[in-house]
C-alpha cells in the first residue's frame, strides 16, 4: 500500500540547472531525488517541489512530497537519504503525511531572502551565496520602496514568464530591509511568485538604493504592467527559498504556487 511523505530538505544550487528535472542533464534537484528514491525503493517514484526554483539558486528548506510502497520508516528512509544524497543536498527531516498531501498544491505561502554583499571588500568564503553590489546602498530608501510592494497586485512587470491578467496576480505579504555588516538581506514573503519576480523586484530595489530610481517609480512600475519599467534581473546565486508555509490543518489544499 502506498504511502504519503513530505521531506524537507536543504540545498546548495550552484552546480544545479535548477529544481525541475530535464531530458538533457541530470543536474537538477528534482531528478537528483527520483533516481535515488527509485533506486533504494525499487519502484517508479515522482517527487514534487513545493516550487520550481531557477539554476543557482540555493534553498534553506524547500518541501517535497513523494508517493511510494514500503515498509521502511521515515527514519530509516531518511538515514539513507542522508547517506546518499549528494554533499550539496541535505535531507532535513520525513515524515508521513496525509494520503492527499501534494508539496505544491497544499502550499500557502513561500518566503524568499535574497543576499547582497554590499562593500568593496572581497567576500571570498561567501562568494557563492551573495550578490557582490559594491555601489553604495541606502537600506532605508530600499525599505520604504519594498513597502509599496506589499498587498495584492498584478506583478507583470517584475516578471520574465508568459502570465498576465489575472494570472499575474499575486499577495506580498511583507517586504524587510536589513543590513549587517556589508550584509543587506531583502525578505520577500507572498502567496506566490512569478518567474524571476524575486531577482526582478531585488534589482529594482537595489536601482533605488544607489539612487538611480525613485522610491515612488514602484507604484507607476506595478501600474505600467511593463517588464522594460523594472529593474534589472538580480543573479541566481543571491537568492535563496527560506521558507515554506501550510495549513494548520492537514487536509485542506491551499491555492496554487508558483
Known sequence: MKRTFRLTLCYDGTRYRGWQK????????????ETLLSRLLSQPVAVHGSGRTDAGVHAR??????????????AELLSALREYLPEDIGALSLQEAPERFHARLWAREKTYVYRVWNSAEPCVFERKYVYVYPRPLDAAAMARAGEKLRGRHDFSAFSTGKKTGGEAVRTIYDVSVEQTGPEI????????????????LTGTLLEIGAGDRSEDDVEEILASRDRARAGFTAPARGLWLWDVGYAEKPGEPGEKLS
Open 61 to 74: 528548506a524547500q518541501t517535497a512530497s513523494f508517493r511510494a510502497d514500503t515498509a521502511l520508516s521515515c
Open 22 to 33: 530535464q531530458g538533457n542533464t541530470d543536474a537538477t534537484i528534482q531528478g537528483k531525488l
Open 185 to 200: 538581506r531583502l525578505t520577500f514573503r507572498g502567496d506566490g511568485f512569478l518567474y524571476n519576480m524575486v531577482r526582478i
